[in-house]
């Protein structure tokens, strides 16, 4: 292969790396990144082994693309991600859930054991034992929108 087109391949490839990566942060899914960084690798290795064959190249991309994607996604399996955001809140479609073992101030008075409690700046219906308005209690579980509570110590 003439010389010219090694640097031309050369700079395809780390061309073609930065694009995907470019990609990546347009639409962000952990796996554009990994097409990318492996455009990246032959691009360097191309520059390091100028006589490296076109094949070879592409199976080179294929093999690191794959591991890389396929050791990613087995490491975020056994890390998951720990943020704030809604696809990382496993209660989301459960909110009163969301509730349990925090302390929270009885605003109707729990009697024959209903109630009502302020959570936040809403209030929620609670069962559980007697307790006059005022009452610091604590969320032990949840039933649909009832807050079951007991009395915090």
Do not use: C
Request: net charge neutral; hydrophobic share 50%; aromatic share 8%.
């Amino acid at each position: 292969m003439p010389e010219s087109w090694v640097i031309y391949l050369n700079w395809a490839w780390l061309t073609a790396g930065v694009l995907l990566l470019a990609l990546e942060a347009i639409l962000p899914g952990a796996v554009i990144m990994w097409f990318g960084v492996a455009a990246i690798v032959v691009g360097l290795v191309l520059s390091v082994w100028p006589e490296l064959g076109v094949n070879t190249q592409f199976v080179m991309f294929a093999v690191l693309s794959i591991s890389m994607l396929a050791a990613f996604r087995l490491w975020r399996r056994n890390h998951p991600p720990e943020g704030t955001g809604d696809t990382n809140v496993p209660r989301l479609n459960k909110r009163a859930t969301q509730y349990i073992g925090q302390t929270v101030t009885v605003t109707q008075a729990i009697e024959n054991g209903q109630g009502r409690v302020a959570v936040g700046d809403s209030t929620w219906r609670a069962s559980g034992p007697d307790a006059a308005h005022g009452t610091r209690v604590r969320v032990v579980s949840a039933e649909g929108g009832t807050l079951q509570v007991e009395i915090a110590e």
